[in-house]
């Protein structure tokens, strides 16, 4: 099959890897149908994270083509998505609704490779979520995306706590941070602020629910904030980058008590405890926990409630794929779609 290997940083290849195999009596091969490139697949592109002839891609959706003698909860033929990390969604982490921290977790982008033609996923049961039926065309990039940007948006807006009379901030406006603010809308939130600088960025975060749009950054991004709530800040943040700005930026613009939830891919942050002693707020994030909130996001995808495969804005063949990096590396793209 063909899949995409990253050389080293910045040299990514579509190539002929082994298709996959039923390993454990657990697992189930999906042949894909779309894939796509991911903001986080920028850190190894761009040397952040090391990269050496890497399987990469942890998005996908596809059909099941074999699955293993344990599996019970999709079977062949399902048309399934499927969450970036994998989960056995029994285990006591799982049950309490973290299942991206399940003692059998395993990260996609590390051992499977979803920009590919077909994928293994281990602890099938516990990490694929079979759709109502077979999928008309235009709704696969909305499914594709509650794999990982929806879903993690959605987690870092009720990390956050988003929800009726609340006035939500999202620091961020790639695709994460435009899926925090349908995420908000959804919710309920009273008010919801865009932080983005770019204009077609602005366009869909107010198409998803945004009210207003703040173009300033950092100091001066928190004091905007702080200016539209009346001095206080936003009850609820949504960091949706993982810089040391943002980070700060986020944590300056929560009000005392509110709550901030980080789910931007982190590297080489630094918080100062003092700092953190005296914001006083609430503070959870980290890798999203897709799998609880799949069957609610698929559901309102299917019920056409919310379209969040807006969010790519560039398609390419899979043979492209080295394009669709460059392309988001470079921010001419938001998030690329993948065809196989």
Same mark, same amino acid.
């Given at each position: 099959m063909r899949g995409v290997v990253m050389y080293t940083a910045g040299d990514v290849r579509v190539e002929e890897r082994e298709d996959p195999k039923i390993i454990e009596p657990t697992d189930a091969i999906v042949r894909l149908t779309t894939t796509c490139v991911c903001g986080s697949d920028l850190w190894p592109y761009r040397g952040v994270e090391p990269a050496d002839h890497q399987v990469m891609g942890h998005e996908y959706v596809g059909v099941v083509e074999e699955v293993g003698s344990e599996v019970k909860n999709v079977k062949v033929g399902d048309f399934v998505v499927g969450s970036f990390v994998i989960s056995d969604n029994t285990c006591e982490i799982c049950r309490s609704g973290y299942q991206s921290g399940c003692v059998h977790?395993?990260?996609?982008?590390q051992t499977v490779g979803t920009q590919a033609e077909k994928a293994r996923i281990p602890h099938a049961d516990?990490?694929?979520?079979?759709?109502? +039926?077979?999928?008309?065309?235009? @709704?696969?990039?909305?499914?594709l995306a509650?794999?990982?940007? @929806?879903?993690?948006?959605?987690?870092? =807006? #009720?990390?956050?706590?988003? +929800?009726?009379? /609340?006035?939500?901030?999202?620091? +961020?406006?790639? =695709? #994460?941070?435009?899926? =925090?603010?349908?995420?908000?809308?959804? @919710?309920?939130?009273?008010r919801i602020i865009a932080m983005s600088r770019h204009p077609q960025r602005q366009e869909l975060a107010r198409f998803y629910g945004a009210t207003d749009i703040v173009t300033e950054r950092g100091?001066?991004?928190?004091? /905007?904030?702080?200016?539209?709530?009346?001095?206080? +800040?936003?009850?609820?943040? #949504?960091?949706a980058v993982g810089t040391q700005k943002a980070t700060m930026q986020a944590i300056g613009a929560t009000r005392p008590g509110g709550h901030m939830g980080f789910v931007g #891919?982190?590297?080489?942050?630094?918080?100062?405890?003092?700092? @953190?002693?005296? =914001?006083?707020?609430?503070? *959870?994030?980290?890798?999203?926990?897709?799998?609880?909130?799949?069957? *609610?996001?698929?559901?309102?995808?299917?019920?056409r409630k919310i379209d969040p495969g807006k969010v790519f804005d560039l398609t390419l063949p899979l043979d492209q794929a080295a394009e669709g990096y460059k392309a988001m590396d470079e921010r001419r793209a938001t998030k690329v779609l993948l065809t196989l």
């Open positions: 977790r395993e990260f996609v982008a516990g990490t694929l979520v079979a759709t109502p +039926g077979q999928p008309d065309p235009e @709704l696969i990039p909305s499914l509650a794999s990982d940007v @929806l879903g993690t948006g959605w987690y870092g =807006a #009720v990390a956050a706590q988003a +929800g009726p009379g /609340k006035t939500v901030a999202v620091v +961020g406006d790639g =695709a #994460v941070g435009l899926m =925090a603010v349908l995420a908000a809308k959804q @919710l309920g939130a009273e100091d001066a991004g928190v004091a /905007k904030i702080k200016e539209l709530t009346g001095g206080l +800040g936003a009850h609820s943040v #949504v960091e #891919v982190n590297y080489d942050v630094t918080i100062q405890g003092i700092d @953190l002693f005296f =914001a006083g707020i609430h503070v *959870e994030g980290g890798p999203a926990p897709v799998r609880r909130f799949l069957p *609610e996001l698929i559901q309102l995808i299917w019920d």
